[in-house]
């Protein structure tokens, strides 16, 4: 049976946009499922008392050159967000609405790249109205659906179900119980995924 990887992540997080395209290469090389989770990392953040990156200058630089580093290595396209930090929580909570329909990934894959691949002020209404429409979407329906009182509890409940699990940031993996944090710990989710299931 494929072992499964819980992906917890916050389209704000270059780092879980570098881990989400990382995740694909596991993917391939395992044969393992890997089930996607929004959470809202400032909900996360506030709740565990933890801070920004950024908010050290000299950790926030050597971050940015870090995710430049790990991008080439990968082959994996990546800008920094010049509209960094903006609010996600329309993107995760259409997200959240998309979970368990067949087109979630599509949306998924959408939303990054608008935030780390080809870079746009994604807490602007009329940009997250037309991400929905060039990756196919009916803009109105799933903007309705996203803003519903049940999404938007299901995405708290989500968040604070993390926090429960000792999540501080994003993104976290899960591997059965154990956790990883960060895009810089996927070679040691592969090597979880790999090792036989006991019996």
Not at 29 to 55: E, K, Y
Request: charged share 25%; glycine share 8%.
């Amino acid at each position: 049976m494929a072992r499964r990887i819980e992906f917890l992540f916050d389209f704000v997080s270059p780092a879980s946009y570098l881990a989400h395209c990382r995740l694909k290469g596991v993917v391939a090389r395992t044969g393992a499922i890997v089930d996607h989770v929004p959470v809202f990392l400032g909900g996360i953040m506030q709740a565990t008392g933890n801070r920004p990156p950024g908010s050290v200058a000299a950790k926030g630089a050597w971050m940015r050159r870090d995710f430049d580093r790990f991008a080439a290595r990968d082959g994996v396209p990546f800008a920094i967000n010049p509209h960094f930090p903006l609010n996600t929580l329309p993107l995760l909570r259409l997200a959240t609405a998309l979970q368990g329909d067949r087109r979630f990934l599509h949306f998924v894959d959408f939303a990054f790249d608008a935030m780390w691949r080809f870079p746009r002020n994604m807490a602007e209404p009329d940009e997250v109205r037309t991400l929905l429409i060039n990756a196919g979407f009916d803009a109105g329906a799933e903007l309705t659906r996203a803003d519903s009182a049940e999404v938007k509890a299901q995405l708290k409940a989500a968040t604070d179900a993390a926090v429960a699990r000792g999540v501080f940031g994003a993104p976290t993996m899960f591997v059965g119980d154990e956790m990883w944090f960060g895009q810089d710990r996927i070679d040691w989710v592969e090597h979880a995924v790999s090792r036989p299931t006991p019996a």
